[in-house]
């Protein structure tokens, strides 16, 4: 094994070395991100919580490369996003990298099958044998295949999206409030699927969420306050972190506000 396989192996699935994302200037100035150094192992699902701007959102936008950073760095495995151009980076997210959003983002024109294999049609690759089969059944759709996102339900549409973004068996899958426009009984539904992409499948994924409950799906919770990591909880409960939230509302911050 080379020096190169040894990093590979041991580099986590993502992370970001003081990282640093300011908005604006002089008085307008916003610090996003105020030096957060955090990584992502593989197999693990993590979740980012925090208080409106907290830079949860930021930090999961730079790590994915869909933002870049004003100073620090962010790396897929042992790839420094910074150093790449704009087609390599393209690449990189098409290739490595699954996206859940809150709204879905299904293309109402395709079925739920072209739906799940459109990125590998985009970038005119075939789908490992039976793995499309396997997502099928794993989200428990394979009646409604040939329905259009507008015939399914909230918590079947995001199932589909759930299933497109690991078609292409990236390395990580970042998920943004991924059960902010579903019922309780759909969202448990979507995070059962997220965390058996990372301990059935082996696939790191990173949840930005605001709900406690959707948190305690996780292997550990990340939180941050005014663009910093504050602090870590592992094997988390819905009732601690609804706490540990709590807490940024508590007297001192409320006296700092005022």
Same mark, same amino acid.
């Given at each position: 094994m080379t020096a190169a396989d040894t990093v590979r192996t041991i580099a986590p699935a993502a992370q970001v070395r003081d990282a640093v994302k300011v908005y604006g200037s002089g008085d307008t100035e916003v610090r996003a991100l105020d030096g957060v150094t955090v990584d992502f192992p593989a197999g693990r699902f993590t979740a980012i919580m925090g208080p409106s701007g907290s830079g949860k959102s930021t930090l999961m936008h730079c790590v994915a490369g869909l933002d870049t950073l004003t100073s620090g760095s962010a790396y897929i495995g042992d790839t420094e996003l910074g150093t790449l151009g704009d087609r390599q980076l393209t690449l990189l997210r098409r290739e490595r990298i699954g996206f859940v959003f809150q709204s879905f983002n299904l293309v109402p024109t395709l079925t739920v099958a072209e739906n799940i294999t459109l990125p590998l049609d985009l970038a005119g690759t075939r789908p490992e044998p039976g793995l499309i089969d396997e997502l099928i059944d794993v989200i428990g759709l394979r009646d409604r295949?040939?329905?259009r996102p507008s015939q399914l339900s909230g918590g079947q549409q995001q199932r589909v999206a759930v299933a497109r973004a690991l078609a292409g068996r990236p390395d990580v899958v970042f998920a943004d409030e991924p059960t902010?426009? !579903?019922?309780?009984?759909?969202? =448990?539904?979507? !995070?059962?699927?997220?965390?058996? =992409?990372?301990?059935?499948m082996g696939r790191t994924v990173v949840m930005v969420t605001h709900d406690p409950v959707a948190a305690s799906h996780a292997d550990e919770v990340l939180f941050l306050a005014d663009g910093r990591l504050v602090d870590r909880m592992e094997r988390p409960t819905a009732d601690r972190v609804l706490d540990r939230m709590k807490e940024f509302d508590g007297p001192s911050r409320q006296e700092a506000r005022s």
């Open positions: 295949l040939r329905h902010g426009n !579903l019922d309780s009984r759909s969202g =448990a539904e979507v !995070l059962e699927l997220l965390g058996d =992409a990372a301990h059935g």
